[in-house]
T-cell receptor
Framework: EDQVTQSPEALRLQEGESSSLNCSYT??????LFWYRQDPGKGPEFLFT???AGEEKEKERLKATLTKKESFLHITAPKPEDSATYLC???????????FGAGTTVTVRA | GAGVSQTPSNKVTEKGKYVELRCDPI?????LYWYRQSLGQGPEFLIY????????DSGLPNDRFFAVRPEGSVSTLKIQRTERGDSAVYLC???????????FGQGTRLTVV
């Protein structure tokens, strides 16, 4: 069965303290790995799509990378407004749905 | 509208009642998804529409759940004989085409008392 596992469950950072979130997956025929940000009481907000190993995407202080077994979301010099839950999801060939991990909740203290 | 719109934002209903949740996708998006999210968990797939037809309803938990998209735009998720275990946030998402990124609405928080 396809699985998506995110670690750690929670991450507390000081403002400016860079760190990485992990998303490991065991799927056959990856057709895209997606990162979303979710604020409390809101729906997930799309961040990145990665399709093949070695691919990287950047947006402001966030950078996503992909290998054959996992993806990392690097947060460089985070600010308090980066506090949120970050969700990882995969889509496989011949299937349309996204399968999500449980998320990593990031708290950045000023 | 600019994004996916879901109504109502919150719904409190009594056990055994019928509820309808509405989703208005981004204009022009052909694919529409319903997900359910419980506290501390990632969204869980319920059903996927391509156009007017339900292409995959394998995530619907039982026959109390049903969804329609009659004109290929707005969708309604219908839950009959609600149970307390149905309490969750119901999320709708749309994408321009199959395999492209999906954009989510703000969700409907359903509470069954």
């Amino acid at each position: 069965e396809d699985q998506v596992t995110q670690s750690p469950e929670a991450l507390r950072l000081q403002e400016g303290e860079s760190s990485s979130l992990n998303c490991s997956y065991t799927v056959s025929g990856l057709r895209g790995l997606f990162w979303y940000r979710q604020d409390p009481g809101k729906g997930p907000e799309f961040l990145f799509t990665l399709y093949s190993a070695g691919e990287e995407k950047e947006k402001e202080r966030l950078k996503a990378t992909l290998t054959k077994k996992e993806s990392f979301l690097h947060i460089t010099a985070p600010k308090p407004e980066d506090s949120a839950t970050y969700l990882c999801a995969v889509r496989v060939s011949n299937d349309y749905k996204l399968s999500f991990g449980a998320g990593t909740t990031v708290t950045v203290r000023a | 509208g600019a994004g996916v719109s879901q109504t109502p934002s919150n719904k409190v209903t009594e056990k055994g009642k019928y509820v309808e949740l509405r989703c208005d996708p981004i204009s022009g998006h052909t694919a529409l998804y319903w997900y359910r999210q419980s506290l501390g968990q990632g969204p869980e797939f319920l059903i996927y529409f391509q156009g007017t037809g339900a292409a995959d309803d394998s995530g619907l938990p039982n026959d109390r759940f049903f969804a329609v998209r009659p004109e290929g735009s707005v969708s309604t998720l219908k839950i009959q004989r609600t149970e307390r275990g149905d309490s969750a946030v119901y999320l709708c998402a749309s994408s321009l085409e199959v395999y492209t990124e999906a954009f989510f609405g703000q969700g409907t928080r359903l509470t069954v008392v």
